[in-house]
């Protein structure tokens, strides 16, 4: 743990005794002192704690690890099964010089102030690098309640990043990730169900079913809905293709189904090549594992492998895997600090490619 963490800690041990030591009876201060005794039964300790922060994204730039998460907070707006308490209004970036180096808090790079389509909900981002230029890539929804995916330029990994007038056009959902290849082409993934709003879509045609979470979710027998993904323009603001839907198949070469919610895609897509495979990790949702499938095709079909993270506190679970300096790792977040599902934490743990190909199986908790 680096000097920076420690210090957090001692702070956080400190609020929950004096917590307790005005009160002890409130839930919130109990949850305190629950956190601070049993911050050793977790596989790694949170990497910010002066605020809320989830869905990290991870890159190397020019050297330096970048992080791009959710900023969480609290909020007046009721818990529900299409995520609205996660009403986040903006993003920080963070960096760190090496895996065991402190982490800067580089502050604010956009608002929802700063984005003239978005009204509310700034849920998972990504960032890519092109020829010195850096782009945040952002959901948000639109005054009409639909998300949609936009993108905001900057030329420094830290901002400050100007967004475009108007989101991506044909895009739709959430959790935009954005793969570059060993050949210079640039990916977008994204999307994601029940809050997400994927399965109001078909052919990227809108065709909303109703407004409950399953409404619009393909049958229990039917293949499941998978992650969307188009090419990016040279200038990295548009798709260059009409995008489609990935397919993920079980070893046998049959689609996933609906029912099978240990395996099927909910959201948090994420892709990255190992030794020429393309691995595409993804957040089960309901039954809180990240799991993956590898293809020899950007594009797909991916078959399904098992997973990479099993569930960790809290009810989301999304993560991204990165290289750095030959050693993999995954940044990922829970809810160690808040024990609310929508305050977490980020966090980052080593990853391991076994010699099979596979990738070994990160228990977040301690048993
Ligand atoms: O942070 C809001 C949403 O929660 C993300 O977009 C999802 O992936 C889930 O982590």
């Known amino acids: 743990m680096n000097i920076l963490l420690r210090i957090n800690f001692l702070l956080l041990l400190l609020t929950g005794l004096v917590s307790c030591n005005k009160s002890s009876d409130t839930t919130e201060e109990v949850n305190q002192t629950e956190i601070a005794d049993n911050s050793s039964k977790y596989l790694s300790q949170p990497l910010i704690s002066d605020h809320f922060t989830a869905d990290p994204s991870a890159h190397v730039f020019d050297g330096k690890i ?67 230029k850096y782009y945040l890539y952002f959901p948000a929804k639109d005054e009409k309640d639909i998300f949609k995916i936009g993108v905001a330029v900057g030329d420094s990994p830290i901002g400050p990043f100007t967004a475009q007038p108007e989101p991506i056009k044909g895009s739709y959902s959430i959790d935009p990730s954005v793969f570059q290849d060993s050949d210079g082409s640039y990916y977008m993934y994204f999307g994601g169900i029940w809050g997400g709003q994927l399965q109001k879509y078909r052919n990227n045609e809108f065709d909303d079913k109703g ?116 050693a993999w790792y995954i940044f990922y977040h829970d809810t160690q600090l808040s024990g609310k599902t929508h305050l977490r934490n980020i966090k980052m743990a080593p990853l391991t490619h076994l010699s099979d190909g596979s990738i070994q199986t990160i228990e977040p908790v301690k048993n």
């Open 66 to 132: 970048y992080i791009y998460p959710s900023h969480d907070i609290e909020s007046e707006v009721p818990e529900d099964d299409l995520g609205a308490h996660f009403s986040m209004m903006d993003y920080h970036v963070y960096s760190m010089d090496s895996p065991d180096g402190d982490i800067t808090d580089h502050g604010k790079v956009l608002g929802v102030e700063d984005i003239p389509w978005a009204k509310r909900q700034l849920w998972a981002p990504d960032a890519a690098e092109k020829e010195g």
């Open 211 to 326: 407004p409950a979470p399953t409404d619009g979710i393909p049958a229990e027998d039917e293949p499941a809905l998978g992650p969307i993904m188009a090419k990016m323009t040279g200038d990295m603001l548009e798709f260059s293709e009409s995008p489609i839907e990935i397919k993920i198949l079980n070893q046998d070469g049959t689609p996933i189904l609906a029912k099978d919610h240990d395996k099927r895609f909910f959201e948090a897509a994420w892709v990255h090549k190992y030794e020429g495979t393309y691995y595409l990790s993804y957040s089960t949702g309901d039954t809180h594992y990240i799991a993956y499938a590898t293809s020899d095709n950007p594009y797909g079909p991916f078959t399904y492998q098992g997973i990479v993270l099993n569930p960790v506190e809290g009810w989301t679970n999304h993560h991204s895997i990165v290289e750095v300096e030959g």
